[in-house]
């Protein structure tokens, strides 16, 4: 290899990309000033550019996050759901979804959802269905719905639903009966 005015002369092809590399370089030193704002609108488009194609690589993300939330959710109420009358807990409900405790806690967590809180929630949709649905007594209700007693069942029914369950009973009877006439 031989350098002539700052350029390498060779046969090999990677000799030949060096020169072309040198000697653009030395024609963009050589750019008078005015077109040094040319050069800075480029670099602006292609770091703008780049910015976007991260923030929607970041978009994208957030919503494989939430829908991996809503799906870890969808199963553990399907699960709850499967046999309601079990007294489901971190441990059961975390092996029979083949993960961890930590990954569970962790995946509810991204939707600021408490597992514990997130059961009792589908088992008082449970329950609201029966009332809705059956004629069976608030005691028969709250054991097919999961609960050891009634007076549990009608305590966290009302924090849920601002009335007993007996009241919800009634007050849904005369909004139906309403409708129909």
């Keep these: ?36 704002e040319l050069i800075l609108k480029s670099l ?17 993300d957030g919503i494989q996050r939430k829908n991996k939330q809503t799906s870890i959710k969808n199963k553990v109420e399907s699960l709850v759901n ?9 441990g059961n409900i975390s092996s029979s979804l083949f993960m961890s405790k930590s990954k569970l806690y962790r ?22 269905n029966l009332l809705l649905s059956t004629d069976l007594t608030i005691s028969e209700i709250a054991i097919s719905s999961g609960f050891n007693s009634s007076s549990y069942f009608c305590k966290r029914f009302k924090e849920n639903f601002y009335c007993s369950p007996s009241d919800f009973r009634t007050i849904s009877k005369k909004i139906r009966t309403k409708q129909t006439l």
């Design 107 to 128: 995946l509810l967590k991204l939707d600021n959802t408490c597992l514990s809180s997130f059961v009792l929630d589908i088992r008082l949709k449970n329950a609201k």
């Design 44 to 60: 602006s488009f292609y770091i703008t550019d780049a910015i976007n194609k991260n923030k929607d690589l970041a978009l994208s």
């Design 82 to 90: 499967s046999d309601i009358k079990n007294k489901w807990n971190v």
């Design 1 to 36: 290899m031989i350098l002539h005015k700052h350029k390498l002369v060779s046969s090999n092809s990677s000799s030949r990309l060096i020169a072309n590399y040198i000697e653009a370089t030395n024609k963009i030193k050589r750019i008078k000033l005015d077109n040094d």
